[in-house]
Structure formats: C-alpha cells, structure tokens
C-alpha cells in the first residue's frame, strides 16, 4: 500500500472516531467546535507510533552505521532527514555531532520515542531537539554551542559553572529543512 493511501486511511480513521466523541458528548449535552475535537483526539486517542516504524513503512532501512563508509552513512543520514521532513518531522540543535553521531542518535534514541500518530498540516509539525532533553548535560551543550547571549545571562544565576560559549565542530543545522520549506 503506498504511503498516501495509508495516511489517508489513518485520516478516515481520525475523522471517524472525532465524530464518535461528538457524539457521545451530544448525548450528555455538551457541544464544542471541530478543532476541540480534534485536540482531543490527537492527545487522547491518536495510536502511539515512533517516527522509526513510520520510517520502516516508506520503506527506509537503518543499517548499522559501523557497516558503512562516511559517504554512504552521509547519504542515508540525508535520507532519514529528508524523509522526516517530508512527513513535517524536523531537527534542530545537530551542529555539536558528527553525521555518525547524529546518526546514532537518531536511531537508537530519538526516532526511537514514543510519540502520538496524529496527522501533521501545514500549520503543524514535529521538531526533535536534540539538546532539547532538559537533562543537565543538554542544557551544557545548548549552553556551550547554541544559546545566544540573552539566554546566557537568563541562565548564568541557575548554571553558575556555564561553559564558555563556542562554535559548534559541524556546519549542518543552516542546510536542514525546516517548517517553512514544507
């Protein structure tokens, strides 16, 4: 089945079991428009997926990154990406990791999250951070390569031992796509 079928049929699906809460709440007298709905589907309802098995049904493989050469770890990395923002699936925050790390990253942690399987529009999307964890060593990373000046100073009563800020090793996050190409 190929992948607009199947994100249509998961739109039908949607479509019916909003209309299933409209009317289970008509009947205890209680009315609130569509887009009330739809939130509480996609937060309550939707059927946890991870961008990993949305990514094996397109038919993207993810072999090992230790069985592949930089150019073609390079190539597939650039094709999870792609794929990712095809689906409205963004990334920020890369330019601190290798494209082996970030690869790595992507999949044994990130892709790998549990997350609800709710249709992304053009008004949506879905953006992995990946300092974004709150954990004290992405805080330092975000610190230490990403944080302006203005969030260094908000941050330096909380994070007394801030590191020093400096450029990231990689020039990667300026060529991802982002929400406004898609």
């Not at 990514?55 to 597939?76: N, R, V, W, Y």
């Not at 390569?145 to 969030?151: G, I, N, P, R, S």
């Not at 100073?153 to 796509?177: G, H, I, Q, S, T």
């Amino acid at each position: 089945m190929a992948l607009q079928d199947r994100e249509q049929l998961r739109r039908i699906d949607r479509d019916i079991k909003i209309e299933q809460l409209k009317e289970e709440a008509a009947l205890q007298g209680e009315f609130h428009d569509d887009g009330y709905w739809e939130m509480i589907y996609d937060y309550d309802y939707a059927p946890w997926t991870t961008d990993y098995e949305l990514l094996l049904e397109e038919g993207i493989q993810f072999p090992d990154s230790e069985s592949m050469d930089d150019d073609t770890l390079t190539a597939k990395l650039w094709e999870i990406i792609e794929a990712l923002a095809s689906r409205r699936v963004f990334l920020m925050c890369t330019d601190h990791l290798s494209e082996r790390e970030l690869y790595d990253e992507l999949v044994s942690e990130l892709l790998l999250e549990p997350r609800r399987d709710v249709p992304l529009d053009d008004d949506s999307a879905f953006v992995y951070d990946v300092v974004g964890s709150g954990s004290e060593d992405d805080l330092r990373l975000f610190l230490q390569y990403y944080a302006t000046k203005e969030d260094r100073k908000l941050w330096k009563e909380d994070f007394p031992d801030m590191p020093e800020r400096v450029n990231p090793p990689y020039d990667r996050d300026r060529f991802l796509p982002g929400a406004d190409e898609y």
